[in-house]
Every structure is written in structure tokens, then in C-alpha cells.
């Protein structure tokens, strides 16, 4: 039924099925055990994947061994994949409503915020394919007169990517079409729950001609099938985008066989307003980086870190641009904020809250939870707001994954700068100033992968993700994405007559 009328959303009245693509063939849920996937928005059956077996995940990893080692795929002119490429993201284009359906339906997240994210990730892919033809080495024609050095950047192999469930699809597309551009070859592993992009996705390359082989799609476990991947033979590289604590235990699996590990990890990004910033842009974009996605962003701007002389002020002022925030049915495309994505999230926000009221902080905004919210039976988390918190408290040092905000007063540039860097994390910050000074002071002195000034969770395909200290290990995107799906080879050339010998003649 249509509950949205003006849209292309509706809740359906059957689950919808997917099918894995290993060696470029799609093989269906009536084959294999099925994953069932429960709305967190509606508690309604809204999808079925099928388990991989370890025999599909082996299955997955030899074709893409295969299409690597054995067929063209790596060798082609760049321009060939570029349009490749090109054409997976004029598809996605085509599929945007079918895909954030599938998103809204088993992430929780609004159609409003999806859409946006499908629009990046088509730009990704776009961008992606320029790389293809613009991956190259370096030469050295300064050794001598009868030699010459060649750097060759050449691709690396197969590349095991490895996703969680709060941006499917965008963060597949900051791995996928960079590696394939390449050269490389994929076998892909997104969260068991929320697979379902991925794995249209499988069907989107079958469409665009993708040859076989040269993307895998596989659903199923992280413990089983996620770590199969990281500690097979056969992997070049793991790219992995999850929690830090995920993140360690895949750096272990995949050092056995010294596989190159990319992470992308979690975060506790500092939001810092200082007073002669524009206090009404800072608070909308405050309140849009905690809400966004319910909080639950890797980037998510969950401590806000308030100037005192504007603290009081500037703090009403985000609660009520929270409080305007319309909470609701994800699949209504005036909604901002749906519910968390699991029962486990649920409580563990619950547990964050309980936590905050212990250590005494003030609870400013919301504190409530609820399993219905407008109509809808979902895992609804109500914007929360603690002020007056300590730098060292729980809730300002440890990765919530929810709609809780934790504000810190300061008063100089510097203070500022040691409570944002007090974490374990080192991912994003945000900083609000109309003082040129100022920005540049605090964007060189945040230890964190991203600092952005006057804006939030901005972002473009040319600048790369990286994570400081434990939000992760390398980058994606951009062009430096060359560097992690390519390795180099050194090639020296010596020119006739070749007269150099290690035992003269004669001897
Ligand atoms: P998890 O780390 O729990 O899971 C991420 C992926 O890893 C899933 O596909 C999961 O599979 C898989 N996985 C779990 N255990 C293993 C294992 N032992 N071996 C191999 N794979 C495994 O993260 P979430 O999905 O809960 O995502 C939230 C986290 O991701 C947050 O910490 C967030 O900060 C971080 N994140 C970081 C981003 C960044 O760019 N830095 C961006 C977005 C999120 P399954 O769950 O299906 O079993």
C-alpha cells in the first residue's frame, strides 16, 4: 500500500528477494539458506538474502583471482573501464527510488537523506572513472647515460571490501569504482543487515556488462565470511569501513598472510563554535551532524564544543532547531530522523543515556525512547541533548551511535583544541569561526582526518577519507585512492653494448 501517494515509497506487501553474483552468475535466495531482514521502521519482513556458503566465498575469491591473473580486465586500455564504469553509474542514476526504498526499509533511514547519498555515490562512480585513465608511475632518466628507471603503478589484485550497515551503498561506491578503475577485481561483503543495494548492485554491473568474475557479491556474516576473506591466500587487500573494535580484529586475521588492510573506523567528532561565528548556520549544521542518519555517522558532530561567552545562548538555540526536526516513518520524504537500526542500537543508546544522567550531566533535551513514534512501530530514539558535561566523561569519550549530543563549554583556542584531540578517535571535527585565524589554527592543530570550517559532512569524491589514530589506517577516495589498489615495481634498464662485469674477462 502507498502510504505516501505523491511518492514512489511505499511499505510493500511482500518481501522483496536478492540474489548473490559470484563468477557472473545471480544465484538466488531459493538456493541457499535465507537472511531475513526485519524493517526497523515498520517490524515488518522487508527483505531475504541468501547465505554464502565457505564454498561461495572460495567460489568468489577464485573468480576474481581469475579475472585478474587470466583475463583482460587488468590490461585494458583505462579508457575501456572508464566507460564501464560510467555506464554502473548512469544505472544507479536510473534505479535511484528502487534503491532508497530498499535503503529506507531496512537502515531506518528518511528517503529525504538517502536520495542525497545516491547522488554521491553516482558522483563517485563518475569520478572514479577518471582515474582509470590518469593511474601512472614515474620515470628516472637521471642514472647514468647507458640506464633508465621505471616506477610502474600496476594494480594490486583482489581487493575483499568489507561494509557496514549506515551508508550502504555510499560507502561501497567509495571502495568499488575506485578499485575497479584500477584494475583490480572485488569480492564485496556488506552488513548482514542492510545487503540489499549491494546486491542490486550485482545486478546493475550484470546489466552495465561487467565481465565475469570482476565483482563478486556475497551476503552473510562477519564472523564467518568477513574473516574467511581476511585471512585467505588469495586477497591482495581488505578494505574494510566498521568499528574500530572489527577493525583490530581484521588487521590480526589479515597479517598471516600480510595482506595490505585499509580501515575506515569509528569517530567522536568534535563540533567547536566560537562566538564571532555565524551562530544560526553553526546551529542548523550542529543539529544536522548529530541527526543525521539518527547519529548514527561515523562523522557524526556528537560533541559540540561551545565558546563560553555564547554557551548558554548558542546551546538554546540548537535545542530548538532539534526540537523543529520533523521524527518519523523514513519512507515520508518529509521526515529527517527515522529510528536506530537495530533492537541492539536501541538499547545501546538507552545504556549512553542512563550513563550520562550517572555521571551527572545535565539532561537538556529528550532522554526518552520509544518503540512507536507518529504510527510507526520502530526503534525511535528522541534527540537527546546533555549539557554542562566533562571532557573525560564516558559520553564525551566513547562512539555513541545515536542522537545524543554531549555540549562542553571553553574559553580559549587552545583549551579547544586539547578537549577535541582527548579522544582515542581522530576522524572529523567541525569548526565555526569568522576568524581567518582562527580556522587555521584549529585546522592544523585537530588531530583528525577532516576539518571542516563553516560546513558539515560537506565532502566531495577529489578529497579523501582518512581516519587519524584509531578511526583507521590509509584513505579512500580521491586521487590517493591510486595508492590502495595499486602497488608499484621497479623496472631499471640498462642500453647496449653491455660491457659492465662482475668478473673482469680474462680472469
Ligand atoms: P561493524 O564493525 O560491526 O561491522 C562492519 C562490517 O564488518 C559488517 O559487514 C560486519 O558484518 C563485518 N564484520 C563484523 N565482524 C567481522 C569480523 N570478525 N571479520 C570480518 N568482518 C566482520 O560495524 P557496523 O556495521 O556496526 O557499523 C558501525 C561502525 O562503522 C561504527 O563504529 C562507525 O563509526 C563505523 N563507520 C566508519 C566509517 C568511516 O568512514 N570511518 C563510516 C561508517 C561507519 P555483519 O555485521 O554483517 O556480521
Keep these: 500500500m502507498n502510504a505516501h501517494p505523491s511518492t514512489p515509497y511505499a511499505l510493500p506487501d511482500a518481501p522483496r528477494d536478492f540474489s548473490l553474483l559470484i563468477d557472473g552468475s545471480l544465484i538466488p535466495v531459493s538456493d541457499r539458506e535465507p537472511i531475513d531482514r526485519t524493517s526497523p521502521a515498520h517490524r515488518r519482513l522487508v ?5 554464502a556458503t565457505a564454498a561461495d566465498t572460495d567460489s568468489a ?27 554502473v553509474a548512469e544505472l544507479i542514476r536510473e534505479h535511484k527510488a528502487e534503491l532508497a526504498q530498499i535503503e529506507a526499509l531496512e537502515g531506518g533511514k528518511p528517503v529525504s537523506a538517502i536520495e542525497g547519498e545516491i547522488d554521491v555515490s553516482v558522483d563517485l562512480w563518475e569520478y572514479a572513472a577518471t ?149 544560526e548556520a553553526a546551529a542548523d549544521k550542529v543539529a544536522f551532524g548529530i541527526l543525521h542518519n539518527a547519529g548514527q555517522c561515523c562523522v557524526s558532530g556528537t560533541r559540540l564544543l561551545v565558546q563560553r561567552s555564547v554557551a548558554e545562548q548558542f546551546s538554546q538555540a540548537v535545542a530548538a532547531q ?117 580556522a587555521f589554527k584549529c585546522a592544523r592543530g585537530l588531530r583528525s582526518g577532516t576539518v571542516e570550517v563553516n560546513t558539515y559532512i560537506a565532502g566531495a569524491p577529489e578529497l579523501p577519507l582518512v581516519g587519524h589514530r584509531q578511526s583507521g589506517v590509509g584513505h579512500e577516495k580521491g586521487r590517493f585512492a591510486v595508492e590502495e589498489f595499486t602497488e608499484l615495481k621497479t623496472v631499471q634498464l640498462q642500453f647496449g653494448p653491455l660491457t659492465d662485469r662482475w668478473v673482469p674477462k680474462g680472469n
Design 47 to 51: 527483505s531475504r538474502y541468501p547465505r
Design 61 to 87: 575469491v577464485a573468480a576474481a583471482k581469475t579475472a585478474f591473473e587470466k583475463t583482460d580486465w587488468a590490461t585494458m586500455p583505462g579508457a575501456a573501464r572508464a566507460r564501464l564504469i560510467l555506464k
Design 131 to 279: 582515474l582509470a585513465r590518469h593511474a601512472y608511475g614515474d620515470t628516472y632518466d637521471t642514472l647514468g647515460k647507458d640506464t633508465m628507471g621505471l616506477v610502474l603503478r600496476q594494480p594490486i589484485g583482489v581487493v575483499a571490501m568489507i561494509t557496514p550497515w549506515n551508508f550502504p551503498l555510499l560507502i561501497l561506491s567509495q571502495k568499488l569504482p575506485f578499485a575497479l578503475a584500477l584494475g583490480c577485481t572485488a569480492v564485496v561483503k556488506p552488513s548482514e543487515l542492510t545487503s540489499g543495494t549491494a546486491l542490486l548492485l550485482g545486478e546493475l554491473l550484470q546489466k552495465a556488462g561487467m565481465p565475469a568474475g570482476v565483482v563478486n557479491i556475497l551476503a552473510g556474516s562477519g564472523s564467518t565470511i568477513g574473516m574467511q576473506l581476511c585471512s585467505h591466500t588469495d586477497v591482495a587487500v581488505v578494505s574494510f569501513t566498521g568499528s574500530t573494535e572489527v577493525g583490530k580484529t581484521i588487521s590480526r586475521a589479515a597479517a598471516d598472510t600480510l595482506k595490505r588492510v585499509s580501515l575506515e573506523l569509528g569517530g567522536k567528532a568534535a563540533h567547536i563554535v566560537f562566538a564571532d561565528a555565524d551562530l
Design 322 to 438: 532539534i526540537k523543529s526536526v520533523r521524527v518519523g516513518d523514513p519512507l515520508d520524504p518529509t521526515v529527517k530522523v527515522g529510528p536506530v537500526i537495530s533492537k541492539q542500537q536501541y538499547e545501546t543508546i538507552g545504556s549512553y543515556i542512563a550513563i550520562g544522567k550517572e555521571e551527572n550531566a545535565t539532561l537538556m533535551l529528550g532522554g526518552t525512547q520509544s518503540l512507536q513514534h507518529g504510527g510507526v512501530d520502530g526503534y525511535f530514539v528522541e534527540p537527546t541533548i546533555f549539557a554542562d558535561v566533562s571532557p573525560d566523561m564516558r559520553i564525551a569519550q566513547e562512539e555513541i551511535f545515536g542522537p545524543v549530543l554531549a555540549i562542553i563549554p571553553f574559553d580559549t583556542v587552545d583549551e579547544a583544541l586539547e578537549i577535541a584531540n582527548s579522544t582515542i578517535y581522530g576522524l572529523a571535527s567541525g569548526v565555526w569561526t569568522s576568524n581567518l585565524d582562527t
